[in-house]
């Protein structure tokens, strides 16, 4: 069974700080993983996501996420928060078996302070 | 183009009442998709539909049915609503070229309160 975890459900930043949203996942085969995006009473959008090729993936608005193997992470990253990115954020895994099937993480809500 | 689009956008139920949420995608995607929202566990797929025709149950699917009518509609239906389903309810949709690594689309989601 695959599984996803984020570390920290809030997290907290000024403005034009970095941005670091942690994901751990859990896959008996290689994953594909996502990171989604839910402003507020929307539906989820697609940062960005990683399939097979490069390791350090770049998604809309700035942001990127890095797959490591070795540590079972695919961390988002911005360099520069914007008031704009607050959001909740969704981490997602999907194996190559299971058609079209995401597994979420809980969540990371994040707050951007002027 | 108005991507997913879903119905009603809030809904109160009394335990007991059925209704349906509907789900709509102007896309041609061929994959469908129902999931549900609950604080602090993220997003949990309750029915699928991977073509026109067919349908599969999911992570959550006791006390749902769904139905794929077309290939743009798919919806989902409550018989008997209890106040364990009061949820965020979300729809998606995705191409079927390949299943593993499509992006799936969302809709804006329904409100569902069961008192």
């Known amino acids: 069974a695959q599984s996803v975890t984020q570390l920290g459900s809030h997290v907290s930043v000024s403005e034009g700080a970095l941005v670091l949203l942690r994901c751990n996942y859990s896959?008996?085969?290689?994953?594909?993983l996502f990171w989604y995006v839910q402003y507020p009473n929307q539906g989820l959008q697609l940062l960005l996501k990683?399939?097979?090729?490069?390791?350090l993936v770049k998604g809309i608005n700035g942001f990127e996420a890095e797959f490591k193997k070795s540590e079972t992470s695919f961390h988002l990253t911005k360099p520069s928060a914007h008031m704009s990115d607050a959001a909740e954020y969704f981490c997602?895994?999907?194996?190559?078996?299971?058609?079209?099937?995401?597994?979420f993480g809980q969540g990371t809500i994040l707050t951007v302070h002027p | 183009n108005a991507g997913v689009t879903q119905t009603p956008k809030f809904q109160v139920l009394k335990t007991g009442q059925s209704m349906t949420l509907q789900c709509a995608q102007d896309m041609n995607h061929n994959s469908m998709y129902w999931y549900r929202q609950d604080p602090g566990m993220g997003l949990r797929l309750i029915y699928y539909?991977?073509?026109?025709?067919?349908?599969d149950k999911g992570e959550v699917p006791n006390g749902y049915n769904v139905s794929r009518l077309n290939k743009r509609e798919f919806s989902l239906r409550l018989e008997s609503a209890a106040p364990s389903q009061t949820s965020v309810y979300f729809c998606a949709s995705s191409e079927a070229g390949q299943g593993w690594v499509e992006t799936q689309y969302f809709g804006p989601g329904t409100r569902l309160l069961v008192l």
């Open positions: 896959s008996s085969v290689p994953p594909y």
């Open positions: 539909s991977a073509s026109e025709g067919t349908t």
């Open positions: 990683y399939t097979t090729g490069a390791t």
């Open positions: 997602a895994v999907s194996r190559g078996t299971s058609y079209g099937k995401l597994t």
